[in-house]
C-alpha cells in the first residue's frame, strides 16, 4: 500500500482539480456568471477551495513517495478540509464522491502513517 498511496493521493488530487476547474467553469457559462456579486463570488470560491486541496493533495505525493511526515500532513489536512467542506454543503449537494475518495485517502493514510517503521 506504501508504494501506492503516493500516486493515489496525486489521483485524488488530480480528480479535486479537474472538478474544481469544471465547477469553475460552468458557473461563469451560467447565468450567475454574468454578474459579479456574492454569489458568483461564493461559486467560484467553491471551485477554489477544491482547486486548493486538490493541489495540495497533489504536491504531497513529493512526500508520500519518500514516506516523509509532510507529505501524510499535507495531503490528511486537505482530505480533512474537503470533508469539512462537503459537510457544510451536504444539505444542498450530496457530493458522495469526493466525500468518498477523500476519506478513502484519509483512512489510508493514517493506516500508512501508523505502520510506515
Not at 516523509?68 to 457530493?95: D, N, R, T
Request: net charge positive; glycine share 10%.
Amino acid at each position: 500500500m506504501k508504494n501506492y498511496l503516493g500516486l493515489l493521493s496525486l489521483c485524488v488530487g488530480g480528480w479535486m482539480v479537474l472538478n474544481g476547474v469544471l465547477h469553475d467553469f460552468f458557473v461563469l457559462r451560467s447565468d450567475h456568471g454574468k454578474q459579479y456579486d456574492r454569489d458568483l463570488l461564493r461559486l467560484l470560491t467553491d471551485g477554489h477551495l477544491l482547486i486548493t486541496c486538490g493541489v495540495v493533495q497533489m504536491i504531497a505525493y513529493l512526500g508520500l513517495r519518500n514516506q516523509e511526515p509532510w507529505g501524510y500532513y499535507m495531503a490528511g489536512v486537505a482530505c480533512i478540509s474537503l470533508l469539512i467542506y462537503c459537510a457544510m454543503i451536504f444539505p444542498f449537494l450530496k457530493s458522495i464522491g469526493t466525500m468518498v475518495l477523500n476519506l478513502g485517502l484519509l483512512v489510508f493514510l493514517l493506516i500508512s502513517f501508523f505502520h510506515r517503521h
